[in-house]
């Protein structure tokens, strides 16, 4: 195929499946309805897939709905549970434990942000915790759960939520969604790829068959491999381990034994950190940590020890490295998922980035005459998002105060001077950083900054004018109606059985 009159793009090949592959395919699919362009995808069963991304934010939600896909399905196909957030416990010092939910704290008053009167109060002797005026933070941590409502004047607005589900049956349920919408899969593996002289443009796949398929766009969701972007375009590696250096992991599920509490937790360990993340039906379980800090044997004894339940499997090794593609879009590849980047699921930001690259990518649907113009604006865009939530990662390990090895050697690196100016600013100001775009909003920022320990020394002048009756009296109230609304919330996996029944058909 040689390009002598670029025009629209015609036909998409999609190199992989797993999460990035069927949620690229789904999403096409759906957008891309009733036009000429075919959608092609390109895995091999015989081809392992990462699969332990199975937390997710908020953000899932807005995506699943743009497919057309029923929430009530989604949750009965994948054992989902709800999610109110990420609970970290030993971050700070040992002992530590706080939550970083999906909603606000408090409420502005009087135009001044809540945070900065909750920080004046607190260096004036009040010990109210911050947590008192969540909602998300006091419903999770009682193992309550409901959906948000539209009063603006009740605490059940204040929030959003997200799932927990099983990585490998959402990839699943949405192959059947694509292919149900015209998306063709192909099985085999990829051998070679042929490239146009003139251009430098991909033009074909050869698979191990002998097969050879054709397109204008690839899009190169093969995983670590990168069997395109890196393999085939030898595409630059932005390499961010000397930043977050933990570069191993093991993953087990586990039998539910204990309460399944609508929020995944974070637990710090020796050298790295242990995710647990409660679904329906199991548990998954994982140690992320720090190869030269760690040996495999004793990073598998600590998961194996603090396992809720018994193991229902052999533990998987994983290694990696953190950092990303200076192109995720070079010439006509489009690298979605882990061949793009990685980023430890700490934050559960991997499905997120999956999700922002595919949307992205339809915002700016090219033709092949402005791919090159499409894709500046595509690597800009998905490479301010990367770096800000490096940053936000990195925070929950330099802001450590424990004593093992690792933690001091992370604790006394060089931080990103952008991590340095946010941190610097909340500290003498009580300025939170505040994106118009982005996934992680100043709740975010301050849930992980005061939960290890970073407290603001200065704050917004005006609340020195605040009348102090009036204020505790408001105070009071807030805390009152999160707590009200609280103990009015049903249990977690009570709502569940109650919403999950039966649905008929369709996506």
């Known amino acids: 195929m040689t390009r002598t009159d670029p025009g629209p793009i015609n036909k998409v090949v999609i190199l992989g499946g797993g999460t990035a592959g069927w949620m690229t395919a789904a999403a096409l699919s759906h957008r891309l309805a009733g036009s000429r362009v075919l959608i092609e995808l390109v895995e091999s069963d015989e081809i392992g897939i990462v699969g332990v991304g199975e937390a997710t934010l908020p953000h899932i939600r807005a995506f699943n709905t743009a497919m057309g896909i029923n929430e009530q399905t989604l949750i009965d196909r994948t054992q989902a549970t709800f999610k109110l957030g990420i609970q970290f416990v030993d971050w700070g010092r040992p002992g530590d434990a706080y939550i970083h ?33 969540s909602y998300p933070v006091r419903a999770a941590e009682a193992c309550r759960f409901q959906r948000p409502t539209s009063d ?25 969604v694509s292919c149900g919408r015209g998306v063709v899969r192909t099985e085999g593996k990829m051998v070679d790829h042929h490239v146009d002289a003139q251009t430098g443009l991909i033009t074909a796949l050869t698979l191990e068959s002998g097969r050879r398929i054709e397109g204008d766009l690839f899009v190169d969701c093969s995983g670590f491999r990168g069997r395109l972007i890196a393999q085939a375009l030898d595409a630059d590696f932005e390499d961010w381990s000397h930043w977050l250096p933990c570069d191993s992991a093991f993953a087990v599920p ?58 229902l499997a052999e533990p998987r090794r994983l290694s990696f490295r953190t950092g990303r593609r200076r192109k995720l879009w070079d010439r006509n590849v489009v690298a979605i998922g882990l061949s793009g980047g990685f980023l430890e699921p700490l934050e559960s930001t991997s499905i997120y980035l999956i999700q ?25 865009i998905m490479a301010l998002e990367f770096d800000r939530i490096r940053d936000f990662l990195i925070l929950h390990y330099v802001a450590n105060q424990r004593d093992e090895p690792f933690w001091r050697d992370i604790r006394e690196m060089a931080w990103p001077d952008s991590l340095s100016a946010k941190v610097e600013a909340f500290v003498s100001r009580g300025l939170l950083p505040d994106y118009d775009v982005g996934v992680f909003h100043p709740p975010s920022w301050l849930a992980v900054l005061i939960g290890q320990n970073i407290v603001p020394q200065g704050w917004d002048p005006r609340v020195d004018r605040l009348d102090p009756a009036r204020l505790s009296a408001r105070l009071a109230e807030m805390r009152d109606a999160v ?25």
């Open 101 to 133: 939910p999906f909603g606000a704290y408090g409420e502005r008053i009087e135009g001044i942000d809540f945070h900065q009167v909750w920080a004046a109060r607190r260096a004036g002797g009040d010990p109210t915790p911050l947590d008192d005026y």
């Open 152 to 176: 603006a004047g009740s605490p059940l607005s204040t929030f959003s939520y997200a799932f927990q589900f099983d990585a490998s049956l959402y990839a699943a349920f949405l192959r059947q």
């Open 254 to 311: 586990c039998r539910t034994t204990a309460p399944v509490g609508p929020y995944t937790r974070a637990t710090a360990r020796q050298a790295g950190w242990q995710w647990r993340i409660p679904l329906q039906h199991r548990t998954g379980n994982g140690l992320v940590f720090s190869s030269a800090h760690l040996s495999d044997d004793a990073a598998q004894r600590i998961l194996m020890t603090n396992l809720e339940g018994p193991a």
């Open 356 to 380: 922002l690259g595919i949307t992205t990518l339809l915002d700016l649907f090219p033709d092949q005459a402005g791919m090159a113009d499409d894709a500046r604006e595509y690597n800009t």
């Open 483 to 507: 707590r009200r609304a609280v103990e009015r919330t049903p249990d977690h996996m009570s709502f569940i059985r109650a919403v999950g029944r039966p649905t008929q058909g369709g996506a």
